[in-house]
């Protein structure tokens, strides 16, 4: 197996930073905007612009959420090794409001989809976007695409896309793993 650096640490703090400009242009105040992380790997990331946009930007009060999609999934019961779900930290009401769906790469599309459903139980958002730091453009089973990417990789056949982060890893980073 080989691992190549996609994003080092500094790479990844600029997107970071590049990627919370956006949404302060987009969303400005952010008082009708509600930050949702996908759970497991898209709350590092979450947190980490809800950090960057109160403390670097002053942006007041981001409601942020964290989602469970595990029982959401189409591949639910279609494994042998029993799933494990998260926990959903959603304590607001979506209705009407803008919803930014954060997660560190963007696949197949499935997560997202899951997503768009499991959503639904917290009201009914008056538009949902996709934020993603890493987006694998060719590997798409869905018609989804990210509102805000990161960096845009193109990987294949057996190449996976692997995001560390600081919180669980030690260090922030993006590495291309080949088997």
């Not at 595990?70 to 639910?76: A, L, M, N, Q």
């Amino acid at each position: 197996m080989t691992q190549k650096v996609l994003l080092n640490s500094k790479e990844v703090n600029i997107i970071l930073h590049r990627l919370a400009c956006q949404l302060i242009e987009k969303h400005l105040d952010f008082k009708d905007t509600i930050l949702i992380g996908i759970q497991p790997r898209g709350t590092f990331l979450a947190e980490r612009l809800k950090k960057i946009l109160e403390k670097e930007y002053n942006t007041p009060e981001i409601k942020l959420g964290l989602l469970d999609i595990t029982f959401f999934r189409d591949d639910f019961r279609r494994t042998e090794k029993p799933l494990e779900a998260n926990e959903t930290k959603i304590n607001f009401i979506v209705e009407n409001k803008k919803v930014i769906f954060i997660d560190d790469v963007l696949f197949t599309g499935r997560s997202i989809r899951s997503a768009l459903t499991a959503i639904q139980s917290f009201g009914r958002p008056s538009e949902i976007e996709l934020l993603v730091l890493i987006d694998r453009r060719f590997s798409r089973n869905l018609p989804i695409q990210p509102d805000f990417r990161g960096r845009q990789v193109d990987a294949i056949n057996n190449e996976k896309v692997k995001v560390e982060w600081s919180e669980n890893n030690g260090e922030d980073a993006v590495y291309l793993v080949t088997n």
